[in-house]
């Protein structure tokens, strides 16, 4: 059996009181108390209840955008709430201006002063939307359309390196993706399976899609 030395190239250390700030993988002998030890850290997470919106809805941009104490909201279903927006400070929700078309279910990603709706639909008319809008912390603006028109899809990454994936275009579920650089949208890889009302997160080079609901597409 291998040796700590041969495998670390150092003996273990021996000390009378366990070290201040041990390293992860760290191990020592505790002369005083005959014990040997390691150190590692073991974390758990846990979610916990926040007030509720001030406009209740569903079917929001999936992703969103920001993080837990600068959050930002957008779009939804029914209709009337389409171009709602609300951002979070980690505390409260406050009402913000309307997005310029709004949708329900379209790729957002980006911060609370800086976020992007991509694609979307709504309904009954005009349906599968190829517009993107982009939030500045104050107001909505129009820019350049997406490659492809869907709803329940998802998105990834801030506004001037995002990404959207997936969904269904009324037609069937579709595996494209697209990359944006704040301005423009080029149409990029396929995803390997199809994905419908799926989450995204990470960056635009460093992206992670998952979960799907198997429905037929509307």
Not at 49 to 78: C, F, H, K, Q
Not at 119 to 147: D, F, H, K, R, V
Not at 184 to 204: E, F, I, K, M, R
């Amino acid at each position: 059996m291998a040796e700590y030395i041969n495998i670390k190239g150092q003996n273990i250390e021996v000390v009378a009181s366990d070290p201040a700030n041990p390293t992860i993988g760290q191990i020592w002998y505790n002369s005083t108390s005959n014990t040997l030890k390691a150190f590692d850290i073991t974390t758990t997470g846990s979610f916990s209840t926040i007030p509720s919106l001030n406009s209740p809805r569903e079917n929001m941009a999936v992703g969103g955008a920001g993080d837990a104490t600068a959050g930002l909201v957008y779009g939804g279903w029914p209709s009337p709430n389409k171009a709602l927006t609300e951002s979070y400070d980690g505390s409260t929700w406050t009402t913000e201006n309307n997005m310029t078309e709004g949708a329900h279910i379209g790729a957002g990603f980006g911060t609370q002063t800086a976020a992007v709706k991509a694609s979307g639909a709504i309904t009954p008319s005009p349906g599968y939307l190829s517009t993107t809008e982009e939030y500045n912390g104050t107001s909505w603006t129009t820019t350049g359309n997406t490659p492809y028109s869907a709803t329940y899809l998802a998105g990834a990454g801030i506004e001037s390196a995002g990404l959207m994936a997936g969904g269904t275009d009324g037609v069937g579920y579709v595996t494209t993706t697209a990359e944006y650089n704040g301005s423009t949208w080029t149409a990029v890889n396929s995803l390997p399976a199809t994905l419908n009302y799926h989450s995204g997160c990470g960056t635009q080079t460093a992206a992670l899609m998952g979960g799907s609901q198997v429905t037929t597409p509307q």
